[in-house]
């Protein structure tokens, strides 16, 4: 074997060391990338390297993160969750399991505006696990249903996933939102499917609201403060979406146009002060700066493996597969999967995908479809243990009944639902890629 590709191994077993260890990932990313670059390269690898670090820096594509995180923390701050789930939850009421099914709806809501996965699952399990767990639901049904109800943002547009892809993959940011729509909502619609069935084998454990609660509040009431609290943030995102979708406007001028969107939804529901518009900015800025500190580290990893002749290790790796370009796809999600339960999506993204991005392309793979393909499996990496972040947000706020074990208990079913989606989705590509070739995409 030659150097080079002794080097290349040696780097990605590194990594995943300095990982288990504890070290940041955007460090080791930076950190493995260069020594091994170096040791391979010497200084030319410095040489090539600004250049790379320039063309993220200057992506078009990428100005879209930081507006959309505005506009979910400027949502999320406006106590949107709580105005709606009090709505919704009202509305189910008198159907078993309606709460639940509450949350999921509330979830797609969330996901479409404000899409982070911390702020919606820790808001959802202060609002709503305390009630669930009095009413009589099972501790672990609805810690399930909170924790998958809280991912949903990770595959429903706008997506910080998606306009990552987008980028890694060179594809359109609205080809991708576009492809997105119909697997969320059928994820969504399984989910809902799961809770009647519930409702209808073990009703116990999926109780509807009581008479007196249905009772709190008159039909009328109920409309008006439906139209105010869910008219706006529906708006909003059939603005933006709808306007990236129909090519009016591209990713970043969509954004631009929900951030301020979120400023006017938040002043009109009476939220909008200094102190909100400042936490929003500085925890827009913090996750911003940490998501392109890490593309920018990951630039020095791609650059060294690429030269050190890792694309060749692994196109080697699944010339050994049989089963031609479906097992292909396979084993990628089951490294995906294996991955989420270690590594946050970001670095999956960064670090998987383009390593075998290439079998793909000579294969002509759909890249739209294999990119849902890939969002999709990633939503389990916030559902599963050890380190799926859903829980850790939960297990936060969850009151002193729920245990940790009902909440790993309560996911597994939701993790399952996941695997059929995903299953789903490659059986039949036009659920990803017939709305982009609709639209004319």
Known sequence: MPYVEILAICML??????????????????????????????????????????????????????????????LERSKLAEDLMDVIGHLAGSLRGGLGIGIVL????????????????????????????RRGYDPGLASGVICASGTLGQIIPPSLILILLADI????????????????????????????????????????????????????????????????????????????????????????????????????????SWKVLRETAQATTKITAMMMFILICAQAFALSFRGLQGEKIVHDLFAFLPGGINSD?????????????????????????????????????????????????LQTSFLTPPFGWALFFLRGVAPPEVSTGDIYRGVLPFIAMQAVALVLVFMYPGVATWLPRAIGW
């Open 169 to 272: 993959l060179n594809l359109s940011v609205g080809t991708l939102f576009a492809a997105a729509m119909v697997p969320g909502l059928m994820l969504a619609a399984i989910y809902v499917i799961y809770i009647l069935v519930l409702g209808i084998v073990r009703p116990d454990s999926v109780p509807a609201f009581s008479e007196e609660e249905r009772a709190s509040i008159s039909r009328t009431e109920l409309m008006q403060k439906l139209f105010k609290v869910v008219a706006p943030p529906v708006g909003l995102v059939a603005a933006v979406l709808g306007s990236i979708i129909a090519g009016i406007a591209a990713p970043s001028e969509a954004a631009s146009m929900g951030a301020l969107g979120s400023i006017v939804v938040a002043a009109i529901g009476g939220r909008l």
């Open 13 to 74: 077993a590194s990594f995943f060391v300095l990982l288990m260890a504890g070290i940041p990932v955007a460090l080791t990313l930076a950190t493995t990338g260069l020594f091994f670059g170096y040791l391979g390269f010497g200084s030319l690898l410095f040489n090539l390297l600004p250049g790379r670090i320039f063309g993220v820096v200057t992506n078009q594509t990428l100005l879209a993160i930081p507006l959309f995180v505005f506009m979910g923390m400027m």
């Open 329 to 377: 796809i396979w084993f990628l999600m089951l490294i995906i999967f294996v991955l989420g339960f270690f590594i946050e999506w970001i670095e999956i993204s960064y670090i998987a995908v383009p390593l075998f991005l290439p079998v793909f392309l000579q294969a002509n793979v759909d890249m739209v479809w294999l990119a849902i393909l890939i969002c999709v499996n």
């Open 106 to 133: 509330v979830g797609v809501l969330l996901g479409a505006t404000t899409g982070i996965v911390g702020a919606t699952v820790v808001t959802l399990g202060l609002l709503t696990l305390p009630g669930m767990i």
